[in-house]
């Protein structure tokens, strides 16, 4: 009975390890802090507007986004196989615990039933952004897994489109009635809920373009093996630090220019809150990088810029 109950919770955590279940709940985690500290927080602000979302609708866009989330893993497991065992063989899951046709089956049924529920929720908005969004969305993490990811920089910027997709279709989720002519209350709550979309997209956006390089030169031997075409392998890994290093001005950058923002305008919490648990992680990423050599300097980096994600993420709460 015992024996019976290993493999069952063995069998559990390889399954929960396939679907990359902490980044699943970190899109769940952000997505809830969009829609009850931005969201909600303008709508007490522009009370005469029209709103899309409700409780009911958003928990179907979550549940929409979870899915399709869990599909795009499992299918990079799947055709990440000869590399996996190369980079990653501890953490192999596929063919070793789960078949490649289960895997196959679970990617399907979880795309497929992500994509339903996209339906459903953009005809209970009478808005057809979610769908499309959430479509393109499937497509995407398809040719990502089969393609994309063996190109020089193109896998970089689809999968930071995907990330910074976790925000932007609660954007169009929620501002697609509002996108008609109407009050100048409506335009304005638009307007607010588009910023905060931009600004926390495009965070996500950056700092996943950052760490996919930092994954590259971690990743470089299984890579090579198999003949992708990732950055440090074209362009050497030189020159992948040197990208890797200016977009991280760019983020330091934009966070000091924040940070500047919230103090003039009496924010000094949310300016603390962001040079100390953002920014200082973010400069620490630069410093490593110069002196990484090896897939564990590359490793300890990419966790660090989880770690900045997850704050700069939680930074919502101030807002």
């Known amino acids: 009975m015992r024996l019976t109950n290993f493999k069952h919770m063995k069998l559990l955590g390889s399954f929960l390890r396939l679907i990359r279940f902490p980044n699943l709940a970190f899109i769940a985690l952000t997505q809830y802090l969009f829609y009850h500290f931005i969201i909600i927080r303008q709508r007490i602000a522009h009370q005469d507007a029209v709103f899309g979302l409700d409780s009911d609708t958003f928990n179907l866009l979550l549940v929409a986004s979870f899915l399709i989330a869990a599909g795009g893993y499992v299918i990079n497991d799947y055709f990440d196989i000869n590399i996996d065992s190369i980079n990653r063989p501890d953490r192999q899951v596929v063919e070793r615990v789960i078949k490649r046709r289960w895997a196959m089956v679970w990617h399907v049924l979880f795309s497929l039933t992500g994509w339903v529920v996209s339906i ?28 994309f990811k063996k190109r020089l920089l193109i896998g970089n910027v689809v999968i930071s489109l995907l990330t910074s997709w976790v925000v932007l279709v609660l954007y169009v989720s929620e501002a697609g009635p509002g996108l008609q002519p109407g009050t100048s209350a409506q335009t304005d709550y638009v307007t607010d809920i588009y910023k905060s979309a931009i600004l926390f997209g495009g965070f996500a956006f950056i700092s996943s373009l950052i760490r996919e390089a930092v994954k590259d030169l971690e990743d470089m031997d299984g890579d090579a093996r198999y003949a992708c075409r990732t950055m440090p392998i074209v362009w050497g890994v030189r020159s992948a630090k040197i990208y890797t290093g200016v977009w991280l001005i760019v983020l330091i950058s934009a966070l000091a220019a924040l940070s500047i923002y919230f103090v003039l305008h009496g924010r000094w919490s949310l300016s603390l809150y962001l040079s100390a648990l953002v920014t200082l992680p973010a400069i620490m990423v630069f410093l490593q990088l110069g002196k990484a050599s090896g897939s564990s300097d590359y490793k300890r980096i990419s966790r660090l810029i989880k770690l900045l994600m997850l704050t700069g993420t939680l930074s919502m709460l101030f807002m």
């Not at 459903?120 to 499309?132: D, E, K, Q, Y």
Request: charge should be positive; proline fraction near 7%.
């Open 120 to 147: 459903m929720l953009s005809r209970r908005l009478g808005n057809p952004f979610p769908a499309v969004f959430n479509t393109g969305a499937i497509v995407l993490l398809w040719f990502y897994s089969t393609d």
